[in-house]
C-alpha cells in the first residue's frame, strides 16, 4: 500500500500520513473510551505531548513549501 501510495501522490504526503496513524489511533482509543487519558499522571502527559508534536511536526511538513524535488516515480517535478 505504500509504494501504491508513492505511485499516485507526493513523497511529502504519504510520509505525512505515516505519522498521523500514532496521532489518529490515540484519538480513536480515546472516542470509544479504550484508554483513558489521566492528565494528573507523567505519562498521561507525554501521549497528549506526543501527539501535539506529531501533528505539529505533520502540519509543518505539508504546509512547507520547499524547493522542488524530482520524484522517482514521475517524469515530472514534485513539490515538498
Not at 509504494?3 to 504526503?13: G, K, M, Q, V
Not at 479504550?34 to 492528565?39: A, R
Not at 497528549?48 to 505539508?62: F, I, N
Not at 504546509?63 to 520524484?71: E, N, T, V
Amino acid at each position: 500500500m505504500y509504494l501504491a501510495s508513492l505511485r499516485i501522490t507526493s513523497p511529502t504526503f504519504v510520509t505525512s500520513m505515516l505519522n498521523t496513524m500514532a496521532s489518529l489511533t490515540l484519538l480513536i482509543t480515546v472516542v470509544l473510551r479504550l484508554e483513558i487519558i489521566d492528565l494528573g499522571n507523567p505519562r498521561g502527559i507525554a501521549k497528549v505531548a506526543r501527539t501535539l508534536v506529531s501533528l505539529a511536526g505533520v502540519m509543518t511538513m505539508t504546509l512547507y513549501k520547499g524547493p522542488i524535488d524530482k520524484s522517482p516515480w514521475r517524469h515530472h517535478a514534485v513539490l515538498i
